[in-house]
């Protein structure tokens, strides 16, 4: 299957600064690529679509403000959870369409905020 | 809006045996895909197995079959021989196949999959 990188695997940062967390397509390119968060023992919620050139797109409930995110390149989307609070620690996750049917996932990205 | 349904929060096969995981979904579209992706303890989400509706024919990947009924809109996924590297969580997900590969993934809530030596 197709291959997603995150960066980095684990971050642990202070109340107050921003954390950037990136993902990466290895070996496709992608317009769209998704940002989840997810909670120990369930499931991953979608937070946004990243478009490639363009703004993305939040789900409801979702501070725009506060998870930034910047597609600069079809095989780079990067998501930045700015002035970072304790309840901002969860497990981030990214996806691409490594085929045309198909979400292919990153291994994720352990922010914990003290 | 698209709903998926995994009704059982955790269950539990002895090794070599074989384990049915539950799924149903509701919708309106008639052309969809329809996965179960694996998180082991690693979290890493790996696809273990992808139908299309158009197609009757049930997938199937070695030990991973599913059974899909598109008039009950069920789609189950059935493990053979069980191992246990197969303990992981198991996510069902949607995904309309009316706006391409860039639509988004509708998830069930997952179930906990326990294999005993």
């Known amino acids: 299957g197709a291959v997603v990188s995150q960066h980095p695997s684990r971050v642990i940062c202070k109340s107050g600064t921003s954390v950037k967390i990136e993902c990466r397509s290895l070996?496709?390119?992608?317009?769209?690529m998704f940002w989840y968060r997810q909670f120990p023992k369930q499931s991953l919620m979608l937070m946004a679509t990243s478009n490639e050139g363009s703004k993305a797109t939040y789900e409801q409930g979702v501070e725009k403000d506060k998870f930034l995110i910047n597609h600069a390149s079809l095989t780079l989307s990067t998501l930045t959870v700015t002035s970072a609070h304790p309840e901002d620690s969860s497990f981030y996750i990214c996806s691409g369409p490594g085929d045309p049917d198909t979400q292919y996932f990153g291994p994720g990205t352990r922010l914990t905020v003290l | 809006a698209q709903t998926v349904t995994q009704s059982q929060p955790e269950m539990s096969v002895q090794e070599a045996e074989t384990v049915t995981l539950s799924c149903t979904y509701d919708?309106?579209?008639?052309?969809?895909?329809l996965f179960w992706y694996k998180q082991p303890p690693s979290r890493q989400m790996i696809l273990v197995i992808r139908q299309e509706a158009y197609k009757q024919q049930n997938a199937t990947e070695n030990r991973f079959s599913v059974n899909f009924q598109k008039a009950a809109k069920s789609f189950s996924l059935k493990i053979s021989d069980s191992q246990l590297g197969d303990a992981a969580m198991y996510f069902c997900a949607y995904r309309s196949a009316f706006t391409g590969a860039n639509s988004k993934l509708t998830f069930g809530k997952g179930i906990t999959l326990s294999v005993r030596p």
């Open positions: 070996d496709f390119q992608a317009t769209t």
């Open positions: 919708t309106s579209e008639s052309d969809y895909y």
